[in-house]
């Protein structure tokens, strides 16, 4: 299931990425001390495996997805959204070191990965804070729609939503139908997502790094099935009903997160997807 495709790349992308403030390599692009806790001893295999430059530019980009969320989160915040919603969540880690404590945050998943990742802030000694709620949904025998009203979100009053590392698992159906459920909340509701190219868009290095991926994927059961344009992608968003809508590519995420690093750390030109931020 997508969820624990999701929660083993949080594995390598958050072992790794975050930079403390007193780090030289500052900026941190996603300060994260609780990955490391939450994901106990043997890490270190997933830092030896990021060093290779496709897995250094991997999960650069997880950390960049990952703050380029959390910072719309933060403008509606600002606006006056008090509920977060994260599909799919995995091993996400932003309820346990989120700063609006006035804010709910709710993380839907698979009943049974999110099991295994309590099971993991169990053994890590993390507790989870009294504004966090676990929503298990099963998308064969419960609508999101449905799932999230049972589990106490307002759907009368804005949300926003992040949605990582999902959509090119998906179906179009099954796409439209989440991005309309967001769609049809009230103005101020936004959503962050990430997807893939048409394979048939990319360049011969891009294509290679894709294949390889693709067949990895779909080796453990997991196939990339929906790809979009940036064009394609806005005309889905604009249909579902969302009607600001912001796309992020290698060049601005390097110009928001990765400008002058002293360890030269950035998203290579050899990018395969991006990053969208649409809003009610």
Not at 121 to 148: C, K, R, W, Y
Not at 152 to 178: H, K
């Amino acid at each position: 299931m997508y969820a624990d495709r999701e929660a083993k790349q949080n594995r390598a992308a958050r072992g790794h990425s975050p930079r403390r403030p007193s780090d030289r390599r500052s900026p941190a692009v996603l300060d994260d001390p609780i990955a490391l806790r939450l994901l106990g001893p043997g890490h270190e295999n997933d830092l030896e495996r990021a060093i290779h430059p496709v897995g250094r530019d991997f999960r650069a980009f997880m950390a960049a997805r990952s703050r380029f969320a959390e910072d719309h989160l933060a403008q509606a915040v600002a606006a006056g959204v008090r509920q977060y919603v994260v599909l799919g969540a995995g091993l996400d880690t932003y309820a346990y070191r989120n700063p609006f404590p006035q804010i709910r945050i709710f993380e839907v998943d698979f009943p049974a990965t999110q099991e295994w990742k309590r099971s993991l802030l169990a053994d890590a000694g993390i507790a989870s804070p009294e504004n966090l709620t676990f929503v298990p949904l099963d998308f064969e025998h419960q609508t999101l729609a449905d799932g999230l009203r049972e589990s106490g979100v307002d759907l009368a009053v804005p949300a926003f939503f992040s949605w990582l590392g999902v959509a090119p698992y998906l179906t179009l159906e099954a796409f439209r139908a989440t991005v309309a459920t967001v769609a049809h909340l009230p103005a101020g509701s936004g959503l962050t997502f990430d997807y893939a190219f048409p394979p048939e868009t990319l360049g011969a290095k891009r294509r290679e790094i894709f294949d390889r991926l693709a067949g990895r994927v779909a080796a453990a059961g997991e196939p990339f099935q929906l790809f979009f344009t940036p064009q394609e992608a806005e005309a889905e968003l604009r249909r579902a009903g969302f009607h600001r809508i912001e796309q992020a590519d290698h060049d601005k995420l390097n110009a928001l997160y990765f400008h002058n690093r002293a360890d030269g750390l950035k998203l290579s030109p050899v990018g395969i997807g991006m990053l969208a931020t649409a809003w009610t």
